[in-house]
């Protein structure tokens, strides 16, 4: 497995925990829980990915600038889960912050798959690759437990 194949796994696991969570309503006990998932989730993902691929990428010229823009990007997520965090869940607040964190995620998720895999396939060597996605993945499973 690659780095990218890695990445790409725990990126549809967002898209598909967002899409749910959007599904809910009030305050009930599936919309909290799905929300401490996706905060662990992403939480765990930015700080893997940022010390596993994006720390690489800041390494190369090409890919340097690409790489600030998805860890500032990861900045904006962070606030959005603390407007959240800070909203009472059956508010219809609650639900408005929700669409605007699927709406900075999947833009993100989007961007990095369309134009940063590319990039970074460039300036990766093979083995990088797959170093990258074995150091990521052990991250996430700590991050997980």
């Not at 919309?31 to 390494?59: I, S, V």
Request: some cysteine.
């Amino acid at each position: 497995m690659n780095v990218f194949e890695a990445l790409r796994e725990d990126h549809d696991i967002q898209r598909k925990l967002l899409n749910d969570l959007v599904k809910t309503s009030g305050d009930e006990e599936s919309r909290r829980e799905d929300f401490e998932t996706l905060k662990t989730e992403l939480t765990g993902h930015a700080a893997a990915e940022e010390q596993w691929f994006y720390a690489q990428l800041m390494q190369h010229e090409q890919t340097q600038d690409k790489a600030r823009h998805s860890v500032a990007e990861h900045h904006d997520i962070d606030e959005c889960l603390e407007k959240l965090d800070e909203t009472d869940y059956s508010s219809p607040q609650w639900l408005k912050y929700l669409k605007e964190l699927q709406h900075l995620v999947t833009h993100h998720l989007d961007e990095e798959e369309q134009e940063v895999f590319q990039v970074a396939g460039k300036v990766l060597t093979d083995n990088q690759k797959a170093d990258l996605a074995s150091h990521y993945r052990k991250e996430m499973k700590k991050r997980r437990h």
